[in-house]
C-alpha cells in the first residue's frame, strides 16, 4: 500500500509500461515472501552482510534490467537519474544511508554499518547484473597500421568505427620525430575488448590503445553495440 503513490507517480512521469512492471514485481515481492523463508546458515554478520547484500543486489538488478523496480525509493531513483544523471543505485545507496544514519540511533552505530554494508554490496551487484558483460566501452587505437586496423574492426569484427586525423609520435628521446596518421575508436563491449586488442596486435606490436567507460550510447544506425557513429 505504501508503493501505491510512488507507483502512480512512476506512471505519470516515467510511463505506462514502466508502472506495470513495477506493479508486478511489487505484488510478487509482497506475496512470495510471505510463502517463502529461507534457513539460517551463519550467524556471521559479515557474511551476512556481504552474500545478503550480494542477493539482494542480484534481484534488484534483474527487476531493473526487465523495465521495472522493486518499491517506491526505487522509483524516485529512477525518476531523479533521468532529471539528474546520477545511477539508481547511487541515489538509492544516498537515500539508505540517510536512513541507516537516522537508525544508528535507535539500534547502534555497528548496526547501522552493516547495514550500510549490505546495500553496498546490493548497490556494486545490481550495477554489473544492470550494464552486465554488455557495458559499452569506448576503445581507440593509435597504429601505424591504422588502414589494416580499420579494415580488421570494420570487416572482421562487424563494428562501426570513427576517425580522428592526428599524429603520433613525440618519443621523450626523438621528440622531433612525428608520423600522421588516424586515430581509430570505436564502441565495444568489454567482452570484445580483449580479442579485438589481441588481433590488433599481431598487425602491430607496438599499438598503442586506451579504453574509456561510456555511460550511455544513443543515436546512430544499427541495433545494441554495432552501432554507426
Known amino acids: 500500500m505504501f508503493n501505491i503513490p510512488f507507483l502512480y507517480l512512476g506512471y505519470k512521469k516515467i510511463g505506462k509500461t514502466f508502472s506495470v512492471n513495477a506493479l508486478l514485481a511489487v505484488f510478487l515481492l509482497s506475496i512470495l515472501m510471505n510463502f517463502i523463508t529461507f534457513p539460517q546458515v551463519t550467524s556471521d554478520k559479515v557474511l551476512i552482510a556481504v552474500f545478503g547484500g550480494l542477493f539482494i543486489g542480484l534481484g534488484i538488478g534483474l527487476v531493473i534490467r526487465g523495465g521495472g523496480v522493486i518499491d517506491g525509493l526505487e522509483i524516485i531513483a529512477h525518476y531523479t537519474n533521468k532529471k539528474f544523471g546520477f545511477s539508481t543505485s547511487e541515489i538509492i545507496m544516498a537515500f539508505n544511508s540517510l536512513l541507516f544514519i537516522g537508525a544508528a540511533f535507535e539500534f547502534g552505530i555497528e548496526t547501522a554499518m552493516y547495514s550500510i554494508l549490505v546495500y553496498y554490496t546490493a548497490m556494486k551487484t545490481s550495477d554489473y547484473i544492470v550494464d552486465g558483460f554488455e557495458e559499452f ?28 586525423k592526428g599524429e603520433r609520435g613525440y618519443l621523450p628521446n626523438a621528440f622531433n620525430v612525428k608520423h600522421d596518421c588516424d586515430i581509430v575508436m570505436t564502441i565495444v563491449t568489454r567482452l570484445e575488448i580483449h580479442r579485438m586488442k589481441v588481433a590488433i596486435k599481431e598487425i602491430d606490436p607496438q599499438a598503442f590503445f586506451y579504453v574509456q567507460r561510456i555511460k550511455e550510447v544513443t543515436g546512430g544506425i544499427g541495433k545494441h553495440n554495432n552501432l554507426q557513429h
Not at 566501452?137 to 580522428?164: H, Q, R
Open 137 to 164: 566501452t569506448a576503445l581507440s587505437i593509435i597504429s601505424k597500421d591504422f588502414d589494416k586496423v580499420k579494415s580488421l574492426i570494420v570487416n572482421d569484427f562487424g563494428k562501426a568505427i570513427t576517425v580522428y
